[in-house]
T-cell receptor, first 116, second 111 residues
Framework: DTEVTQTPKHLVMGMTNKKSLKCEQH?????MYWYKQKAKKPPELMFV???????INESVPSRFSPECPNSSLLNLHLHALQPEDSALYLC???????????????FGEGSRLTVL | AQRVTQPEKLLSVFKGAPVELKCNYS??????LFWYVQYSRQRLQLLLR??SRESIKGFTADLNKGETSFHLKKPFAQEEDSAMYYC?????????????FGIGTKLQVIP
């Protein structure tokens, strides 16, 4: 299995809802990432987990809460979001964070989030 | 800080014509550069990386440190090359390794 799988593909939520985005990979990768991509913009890094520990938080608001239950799973918990948080949320993985210098990011297809 | 600039949001070429997608970067250290591609309804995926010096699907890219550029080239465009292309830089920023993407260039190959 050489894919990163994200669910759901589409999510619509109100500003008071609590929802979660899920990401799974079975490539044995030890680094996993959340990126946010707005329309006509590049993917922007949000969080990085390395060996199931949060390594990087790019000053993301606390209404986004990441979780890495095990080496294959990555969640993004959403609460009290704003309409401007509507975007495509991409999950990615790589063999290790250190190898990122010359290695490859494997992306999921993304979860398109709409906040009403 | 590290930054990637792709000056063209859209590039339209005729089938069989040469293609050059421009990418310039800003980074104080020695960067590693990549091109990622996203075909219609498919996920973002790696096309090629600077360190491998490879040609993938007829595309090549040369790192020019003097001009801080990593332009993507192909001598003869094919219709199946139509896609969104992102230039990316992996560099050490704020104490950790990080990949920064450019805004992307949409390549449209006209039959």
């Amino acid at each position: 299995d050489t894919e990163v799988t994200q669910t759901p593909k589409h999510l619509v939520m109100g500003m008071t809802n609590k929802k979660s985005l899920k990401c799974e990979q079975h490539m044995g990768h030890r680094a996993m990432y959340w990126y946010k991509q707005k329309a006509k913009k590049p993917p922007e890094l949000m969080f990085v987990y390395s060996y199931e520990k949060l390594s990087i938080n790019e000053s993301v608001p606390s209404r986004f809460s990441p979780e890495c239950p095990n080496s294959s799973l990555l969640n993004l918990h959403l609460h009290a979001l704003q309409p401007e948080d509507s975007a495509l949320y991409l999950c990615a993985s790589s063999q290790e964070l250190a190898i990122l210098r010359t290695g490859e990011l494997f992306f999921g297809e993304g979860s398109r989030l709409t906040v009403l | 800080a590290q930054r990637v600039t792709q000056p063209e949001k859209l590039l339209s070429v005729f089938k069989g014509a040469p293609v050059e997608l421009k990418c310039n970067y800003s980074y104080s250290g020695s960067p590693e550069l990549f091109w990622y591609v996203q075909y219609s309804r498919q996920r973002l995926q790696l096309l090629l990386r600077h360190i491998s010096r490879e040609s993938i699907k007829g595309f090549t890219a040369d790192l020019n440190k003097g001009e801080t550029s990593f332009h993507l080239k192909k001598p003869f465009a094919q219709e199946e090359d139509s896609a969104m292309y992102y230039c990316a830089l992996s560099g050490h920023s704020g104490g950790y390794q990080k990949v920064t993407f450019g805004i992307g260039t949409k390549l449209q190959v006209i039959p």
